[in-house]
Every structure is written in C-alpha cells, then in structure tokens.
C-alpha cells in the first residue's frame, strides 16, 4: 500500500460543483502539502501545513481550501469549480528533520467542465 | 525572491549518449536545500537528491552525477549513458529556510531518450 494516498484519482466534475480532494499518509510526518501541476508551469504550491494547528497559504490559494483533520490526514476542497483549476493535484509529506524532502502521492487528475 | 529557473524545456537525446539538465535557483537565504525528482510516463514523482547549501561536493550516484556551484547558483544534473528508461520528465527544486523549507519547484525538463 502506498504511504501517501490520494482519493479520488481521476475525478471529472462540472463548473460550480464543491470537489474534496482527499490525502491520508502512514508516513508519521507532520508536514503536509497540496501542490498542483500544469504542462510547463511544474508544481505549485497550494497550501501546507507544519502540524494539525498550523495551516499556510502557497503561491495559488484563490479557489481553494484545507482542512487538516488530524496529523494523518489533509484535504483540499475547491468550492466552486472552475475550468482553469483542471489540473493534477498531487498531496505530499516531509519529514521534520529533512526539511523539503518530498514525499508524493500518486495525484489526482481533476477535470472541470 | 525564490526561484528555481530551468531553461531546457525538452530534451532529447540518442540511446548511450550523456546528458545535463540545468538548473539555476534564486535564493537570499544562505540555508537552504537543493533536490531533483523525477517524474515518469506513469506520472508519479520521485526524490532523486537532496543536498543542503553548505556541501558543495559534487555526488555520483550510478549513471546520475550533480554538480552543485553556488558561484553560479545552479545545481546541475547529468545522466551519463542515458537509457530509454531515463525518459521522464525532471524538476529541480529549492527549500529555502525563510518559509519553514516549503519546496519550490522550476517548470521541469522533458528528456526523451530514443533507443
């Protein structure tokens, strides 16, 4: 079983619809993080949180929302769909003591029509 | 600012043949952190390297070489005797300390490899 696992994988919705975008890990890390990648932009940064009561803004947070429901888990909602937030969404964890050393789930593909 | 930058969008290259990605990183920070992943046709994403900015000492992992100069403030990647495997696409990244080490990651490079 993978340690970080992302749900749903594909996902295809209309515009105006709310989508969660689900993350659990077995990692026992406590930082977490929702990236984001489109063709020749690489990954950006959506939102990250350093523990349960710590949660950030990244570089593209218009549109989206997180909740850290426990140490294990960390989900992205987008609130209203839009087309331009067809993207795939990728959910990592780092650990504390290597700072920046990613660990991936496998994404989700989300498209909005 | 913080900012990874690579310039090559795709390469590519014939079976055997040596390869170098370029990176080149923005960063005021004078503690931070260095990585490249790779990302595969089947689309995951995989650490590679991580080197912290007081190791300038180049690393040799198999038939993958990086050769980090902060001169020049880049931390580039070569794949010596390239294989059809190696086709994936390759992101640098930076974890500056300002931010808590958050990873900020350059556009990517597409390497073909062709048998």
């Known amino acids: 079983d993978a340690d970080v696992t992302q749900t749903p994988r594909n996902r295809i919705t209309k515009t105006g619809k709310r989508i969660m975008l689900e993350c659990s890990q077995t990692?026992?890390?406590?930082?977490m993080y929702w990236y984001r990648q489109d063709p020749g932009l690489g990954l950006r940064l959506i939102y990250y949180?350093?523990?349960?009561?710590?949660?950030n803004k990244g570089e593209i947070s218009d549109g989206y929302s997180v909740s850290r429901q426990a140490q294990a888990k960390f989900s992205l909602s987008l609130e209203s769909a839009i087309p331009n937030q067809t993207a795939l969404y990728f959910c990592?964890?780092?650990?504390?003591?290597?700072?920046?050393?990613?660990?991936f789930g496998e994404g989700s593909r989300l498209t909005v029509l | 600012a913080q900012k990874v930058t690579q310039a090559q969008t795709e390469i590519s290259v014939v079976e055997k043949e040596d390869v170098t990605l370029d990176c080149v990183y923005e960063?005021?920070?004078?503690?931070?952190?260095l990585f490249w992943y790779k990302q595969p046709p089947s689309g995951e994403l995989v650490f590679l390297i991580r080197r912290n900015s007081f190791d300038e000492q180049n690393e040799i992992s198999g038939r993958y070489s990086w050769n980090f100069q902060k001169s020049t403030s880049s931390f580039n990647f070569t794949i010596t005797a390239s294989q059809v495997v190696d086709s994936a696409v390759y992101f640098c990244?930076?974890?500056?300390?300002?931010?808590?080490?958050?990873?900020?990651f350059g556009a990517g490079t597409r390497l073909f490899v062709k048998a």
């Open positions: 960063t005021r920070d004078t503690t931070y952190y």
């Open positions: 949180s350093f523990d349960v009561k710590d949660i």
């Open positions: 990692k026992g890390h406590d930082r």
């Open positions: 990244a930076l974890s500056p300390h300002t931010g808590g080490f958050k990873t900020i």
């Open positions: 990592a964890t780092s650990p504390g003591q290597r700072p920046g050393e990613l660990f």
